[in-house]
């Protein structure tokens, strides 16, 4: 059964930086492009960060420069590298895995990431 589990959300202060991690399993991870959504109160989910099986790479204009997405197919894990947070990336945070020629999308429960002072 595919899974996928978020880790490393909490409190920091404006300016300062937090680690996400997705650790993914039940699924051949390496094939499939790996996402973090976010989604705020009253707000639609927004893609954040996408990294394709061989690394390439896409983000929001609204985290470029200050978000890094990776992926470590050894260990079946994605990560979300944020600095110089604002108030604004206050949100749950969530990984998604995708392989749209099989049509198959799993999604993690999130981790919550707060920006305040």
């Known amino acids: 059964q595919a899974q996928l589990v978020e880790s490393g959300g909490g409190l920091v202060q404006p300016g300062g930086s937090l680690r996400l991690s997705c650790a993914a399993s039940?699924?051949?991870?390496?094939?499939?492009?790996m996402s973090w959504y976010r989604q705020a109160p009253g707000k639609e989910r927004e893609l954040v960060a996408t990294i394709s099986p061989g690394g390439s790479t896409n983000y929001a204009d609204s985290v470029k420069g200050r978000f890094t997405i990776s992926r470590d197919n050894a260990k079946n894990t994605v990560s979300l590298q944020m600095n110089s947070l604002k108030p604004e990336d206050t949100a749950m945070y969530l990984c998604?895995?995708?392989?749209?020629?099989?049509?198959?999308?799993?999604w993690g429960q999130g981790t919550q990431v707060t920006v305040s002072s």
């Open positions: 998604k895995a995708n392989r749209t020629v099989l049509l198959r999308t799993y």
């Open positions: 039940g699924f051949a991870f390496i094939t499939y492009d």
